[in-house]
Nanobody, 121 residues
């Protein structure tokens, strides 16, 4: 069982930036970020393969968010730039042993507790 711990959330003004981190207690080949706003379903944000060669992004964040990882530290990052109020949500880190990262929540076995991101207008 791999435990995931997110950090880096907070309150930021629209147009600002935040960097989320997710520290894993062990190895997870595929890592992803999801988010859930109040009253909405959990949605895919970004995912990355073990090597980092493959990255996936939701259309809503493409060009603004960047996912990366440091395997030596068992940590994945989500750099969020040009933040918008609609990015406000609880952001969850997810991991799985599969080689090819997925975009559906059911494709991930491990989940963090989430970190709140609030973007004010």
């Amino acid at each position: 069982q791999v435990q995931l711990v997110e950090s880096g959330g907070g309150l930021v003004q629209a147009g600002g930036s935040l960097r989320l981190s997710c520290a894993a207690s062990g190895r997870a080949f595929s890592m992803g970020w999801f988010r859930q706003a109040p009253g909405k379903e959990r949605e895919f944000v970004a995912a990355i393969s073990w090597s980092g060669a493959s990255t996936l992004y939701a259309d809503s964040v493409k060009g603004r968010f960047t996912i990366s990882r440091d395997n030596a530290k068992n940590t994945v990052y989500l750099q969020m730039n040009s933040l918008k109020p609609e990015d406000t949500a609880v952001y969850y880190c997810a991991g799985d042993g599969r080689v090819v990262p997925g975009i559906k929540p059911y494709e991930y076995s491990y989940w963090g507790q989430g970190t709140q991101v609030t973007v004010s207008s």
